[in-house]
């Protein structure tokens, strides 16, 4: 009947009928349909597996790099909530969009504190030493206090005087200018040019079990009449271990010789002066003379005003890689779509407007030179992520032959806002009640003076050299036995 309505005769050969036809048809689309409607997710889940991928990568290439030289990771990275400013703790990390804003591991850990590294040679041409800030570029909130954002010092090796402490005293504590010693009292004795030192040492309990900690800040008894023995000595009561004495011959030292600070250019470094370069804020200054001079830097890392109002810390994406040497001369980011609503660097670290805005910032490993797309001969595409760095052209700094083996830092931001952050060893390296102990350790200290071990919680100043430290807010401990291990 169907085929007598449609005029349809078979003449006797097989085959499908165009309403047969018109009903696969439809079928098939109906499945095409289905199908396309997937396509979208199954690219959106293939694109986030790549980027997890690339992350992973890239974090993996990071560790590695820090494993050759471990201590260019700092100390610790602080942060402090920006409702109240506490110190946020490793174990309260909650989400940036909970009422009223507290803080949280990705938006507000954005001090830098104890990056200790050795000053690089100078480059044929270079007056300064130039040494890239290696977890990215700083800020200075209040360019008239340099001293609150931006701390450097030299640290110079003491030795101790081979005596015990009795043959010590009986000599009259004799010293010399590069000698320390750290009393059985925990007292710190150096020369009065020294004000504070960086110190290791062993102390003992009550119960006659040794305790180690590194690298605490102590004040010098011989540049202050008011200096207090390590923190160690405080423990006086229980619960926990109670201090018996520093075990004097297991000590080191480190003096710690404070350098003014300043933001500016290479013209204006001096012996004694640490300048953050004023563009960018990515390297630091320092005099020819302490080219191989190991020195600790303590910055605050890039940050914006969030609706809030509040500083967060910029999610900045950082990847190192060898320069091109090869026509036309380009790299692909590891990830496209560069934020482009506001650029990553509008303004110098004084405020003043910049000529031109940079999206993406080079940093020459070698020489420290800082290149952005602002300059004629680096082109960036934001879609794609791809950066060229045209060395033919006429103002490159550099021809593809000197650029040839040279190492490059590159910092952009992503639209998703993709960032590394790398942090030391939590504080279950600790032992249990040394932890506990030290973070109250006197229950008629201020809540402001426990100590945070994964973060070291500055209080107030963070070391500036015009104000007294709180020495409490410096302090890590070991393991025992003395082998300490490194996160």
Request: charged share 25%.
């Amino acid at each position: 009947m169907v085929r007598r309505l449609l005029g349809v005769r078979r003449h006797g050969r097989g085959g499908m009928t165009l309403l047969e036809l018109l009903v696969a048809m439809s079928i098939l689309l109906v499945g095409i349909y289905a199908v396309a409607r997937g396509f979208p997710s199954l690219f959106g889940n293939l694109e986030e597996e790549k980027t997890r991928t690339e992350m992973v990568r890239l974090a993996e290439a990071r560790l590695e790099r820090l494993k050759s030289d471990p201590h260019r990771l700092p100390e610790a990275i602080a942060g402090h909530a920006p409702a109240d400013m506490s110190v946020i703790r490793p174990d309260e990390w909650p989400d940036e969009d909970v009422d009223p804003y507290p803080g949280n591991p990705r938006d507000d850990y954005t001090w830098v504190l104890g990056e200790t590294f050795e000053v690089p040679g100078l480059q044929p041409g270079q007056g300064v030493a130039v040494y890239p800030l290696n977890l990215g570029p700083a800020i200075v909130q209040d360019p008239t206090s340099v001293g609150e954002y931006f701390q450097v010092f030299k640290l110079l090796r003491l030795r101790r005087p081979d005596l015990s402490q009795a043959d010590w005293e009986m000599a009259g504590r004799p010293l010399a200018d590069d000698q320390f010693f750290l009393d059985s009292n925990g007292f710190l004795f150096a020369d009065v040019q020294y004000a504070r030192c960086r110190v290791d040492y062993c102390w003992v309990d009550d119960t006659g079990r040794a305790h180690w900690v590194s690298d605490e800040v102590a004040d010098n008894v011989m540049a202050s009449a008011v200096a207090l023995p390590v923190r160690a000595a405080e423990l006086t009561a229980g619960p926990g271990p109670v201090f018996a004495n520093v075990i004097p011959e297991m000590s080191q030292a480190k003096a710690m010789i404070g350098y003014s600070a300043v933001i500016g250019q290479a013209a204006d470094v001096v012996p004694g002066l640490a300048v953050l370069e004023s563009n960018y804020g990515a390297t630091m200054l320092l005099p020819a003379e302490d080219a191989g001079a190991v020195m600790h830097v303590n910055y605050q890392l890039r940050t914006d005003l969030d609706a809030a109002g509040q500083p967060r810390r910029t999610p900045i994406m950082l990847e190192e890689m060898a320069a091109p040497t090869q026509a036309p001369y380009r790299v692909d980011l590891k990830f496209g779509g560069i934020y482009d609503e506001a650029p990553l660097f509008q303004d110098d670290l004084l405020g003043n407007p910049l000529a031109n805005p940079a999206y993406v910032l080079v940093v020459d490993m070698l020489t420290g030179d800082a290149y952005s797309d602002a300059d004629t001969w680096v082109t960036l595409d934001m879609v794609q992520g791809r950066l060229t760095l045209d060395w033919d052209d006429a103002s490159s700094p550099l021809s593809a032959a000197e650029a040839h083996g040279r190492e490059l830092r590159v910092y952009y931001r992503t639209l998703d806002g993709h960032m590394i952050a790398v942090e030391k060893a939590p504080d279950y390296f600790i032992e249990e009640p040394i932890k506990t102990t030290y973070e109250n350790p006197n229950p008629a200290l201020d809540e402001s003076d426990k100590v945070d071990y994964r973060y070291y919680r500055p209080t107030r100043s963070l070391c500036s050299p015009s104000r007294r430290p709180d020495r409490r807010s410096w302090l890590t401990t070991s393991p025992v036995p003395p082998r300490r291990t490194s996160g």
